[in-house]
């Protein structure tokens, strides 16, 4: 098992520094574009208003369906 678990850590390592070389050319890429790094922060922005706006979306319906279940049982 001693194996397995040398096979895990050598994965895990070659994983990391996958992330570290994609992060790194990522960095170089918006040092070389500032257009391209402004882009992604606007994106990155839209994305986060967009998963706020579909919660607070979620919110209401559950708010409406309760409330209409509730005046359904009170209707009986």
């Given at each position: ?11 895990q390592e070659?994983a990391?520094?996958?992330r570290?070389?994609y992060?790194?050319a ?6 070389d574009?500032?257009?391209e790094?402004i ?9 986060a208003?967009r998963?706020?706006?579909e919660?607070?979306?979620q ?5 409406r369906?309760?409330?209409?279940s ?7």
């Amino acid at each position: 098992m001693s194996g397995n678990s040398e096979q895990r850590r050598r994965g895990q390592e070659l994983a990391a520094d996958e992330r570290s070389a994609y992060q790194q050319a990522q960095a170089a890429g918006a040092r070389d574009n500032p257009l391209e790094a402004i882009k992604k922060m606007r994106l990155k922005q839209l994305a986060a208003c967009r998963l706020s706006s579909e919660k607070e979306m979620q919110l209401r319906r559950h708010k409406r369906d309760s409330s209409d279940s509730d005046e359904e049982v009170a209707a009986k």
